[in-house]
């Protein structure tokens, strides 16, 4: 007897899902004829619409796709600051065609805002170049303590931190295409037009050349003391160096002038601008689910709305005649 009822009770159960299925097809099945009826009776509605629409979007997607330039700059002279404050308030000024006709800038809506952010290098950061041994030992002691009490990567990116990096990424968003000497080249122009800085670089150009042609006028020198210096000593070269400690300071001495020289003659060649543009690559497409697509999207979202309409208005007039008919009853 339990046996029989067990199976009375599952028969009901697969009858119930078997109904509960039969009615989910059964409402696709409506959905998708009431579709078809929608259709039949807004064919034009909706042809105009996907045709106006697939248009429009082709447009956009032309005229209006955001794409991205991207300029590795450097900033001398200590202008990282400066360089950070400036973008702020071009961004600020995006719109106001009064202020970047007056500092030379585009005034059409190309730009779309900037962001700059430092190149993370921390090799040259702690082993500068142009510092000499001791200054970089400093340097590195000093990173060292910090990063052991905490985040390396937190501390890098730290405001306080990331301005001490001469190498800075500068982001120029825009809207369509752009062109270095129409769009890009005013930006990088303005940057450099400081007064301030215009005479840090006048200055620090006059005595990097003092720098270079002292240690050119040193090296000289010391050329002539290592060639003298064999005739009187009766030895070779090789002996010379090996007995005499003078000498061989003095040869370390001459590499350390050529480290630095080198790095001098880079450092005049940076310092023809504050902010030193070094690379770029123009127009990189700044992709996103819409870039390219609005030719599909914004006819759908269209078509979407006119449904959502008919359907409001079909609810609204059920309403109206469900209550006539009650006033009237």
């Given at each position: 007897?339990?046996?029989?009822?067990?199976?009375?009770?599952?028969d009901?159960?697969?009858?119930?899902?078997?109904?509960?299925?039969?009615?989910?097809?059964?409402r696709?099945?409506?959905?998708?004829?009431?579709?078809?009826?929608?259709l039949?009776?807004?064919i034009?509605?909706?042809?105009?619409?996907?045709?106006?629409?697939?248009?429009?979007?082709?447009?956009k997607?032309?005229?209006?796709?955001?794409?991205?330039?991207?300029?590795f700059?450097?900033?001398?002279?200590?202008?990282?600051?400066?360089?950070?404050?400036?973008?702020?308030?071009?961004?600020?000024?995006?719109?106001?065609?009064?202020?970047?006709?007056?500092?030379?800038?585009?005034?059409?809506?190309?730009?779309v805002?900037l962001?700059?952010?430092?190149?993370?290098?921390?090799?040259?950061?702690?082993?500068d170049?142009?510092?000499?041994?001791?200054?970089?030992?400093?340097?590195?002691e000093?990173?060292?303590?910090?990063?052991?009490?905490?985040?390396?990567?937190?501390?890098?990116k730290?405001?306080?931190?990331?301005?001490?990096?001469?190498?800075h990424?500068?982001t120029?968003?825009?809207?369509?295409?752009?062109?270095?000497?129409?769009?890009?080249?005013?930006?990088?122009?303005?940057?450099?037009?400081?007064?301030?800085?215009?005479?840090?670089?006048?200055?620090?150009?006059?005595?990097?050349?003092?720098?270079i042609?002292?240690?050119?006028?040193?090296?000289?020198?010391?050329?002539?003391?290592?060639?003298?210096?064999?005739?009187?000593?009766?030895?070779?070269?090789?002996?010379?160096?090996?007995?005499?400690?003078?000498?061989?300071?003095?040869?370390?001495?001459?590499?350390?002038?050529?480290?630095?020289?080198?790095?001098?003659?880079?450092?005049?060649?940076?310092?023809?601008?504050?902010?030193?543009?070094s690379?770029?690559?123009l127009?990189?497409?700044?992709?996103?689910?819409?870039?390219?697509?609005?030719?599909?999207?914004?006819p759908?979202s269209?078509?979407?709305v006119?449904?959502?309409?008919?359907?409001f208005?079909?609810?609204?007039?059920?309403?109206?005649?469900k209550?006539?008919?009650?006033?009237?009853?």
């Amino acid at each position: 007897m339990a046996n029989q009822t067990n199976s009375e009770n599952q028969d009901i159960y697969l009858s119930d899902v078997s109904n509960k299925v039969k009615g989910y097809f059964s409402r696709v099945n409506d959905s998708f004829f009431d579709g078809i009826l929608f259709l039949k009776k807004n064919i034009i509605a909706v042809a105009i619409i996907l045709i106006l629409g697939a248009g429009y979007g082709y447009y956009k997607d032309v005229t209006e796709t955001n794409y991205e330039t991207k300029v590795f700059v450097m900033s001398n002279f200590g202008s990282a600051d400066y360089l950070n404050l400036q973008v702020d308030n071009l961004n600020s000024k995006i719109n106001d065609k009064t202020f970047k006709k007056a500092n030379g800038v585009n005034t059409s809506n190309n730009i779309v805002n900037l962001k700059v952010e430092p190149v993370l290098d921390i090799f040259n950061f702690i082993n500068d170049p142009s510092k000499d041994t001791e200054f970089n030992d400093r340097s590195y002691e000093i990173f060292r303590l910090i990063s052991n009490n905490g985040d390396m990567k937190k501390i890098m990116k730290d405001e306080v931190t990331s301005k001490n990096f001469k190498m800075h990424l500068l982001t120029i968003r825009t809207r369509g295409f752009v062109t270095e000497d129409k769009d890009i080249k005013p930006i990088i122009d303005y940057l450099n037009s400081n007064p301030y800085f215009k005479t840090i670089q006048k200055e620090s150009i006059k005595n990097l050349d003092i720098k270079i042609a002292v240690n050119d006028t040193t090296l000289k020198q010391i050329d002539e003391i290592l060639k003298k210096f064999p005739e009187g000593s009766g030895k070779s070269t090789g002996l010379v160096l090996n007995d005499h400690s003078d000498i061989n300071e003095i040869i370390k001495e001459k590499n350390a002038i050529i480290r630095e020289q080198a790095v001098n003659r880079i450092d005049k060649v940076n310092y023809t601008k504050i902010i030193n543009d070094s690379s770029m690559s123009l127009n990189l497409s700044d992709e996103s689910i819409i870039t390219g697509n609005l030719k599909y999207i914004i006819p759908f979202s269209l078509l979407l709305v006119l449904i959502a309409l008919v359907k409001f208005i079909r609810y609204y007039k059920k309403q109206v005649n469900k209550r006539k008919i009650i006033i009237t009853e």
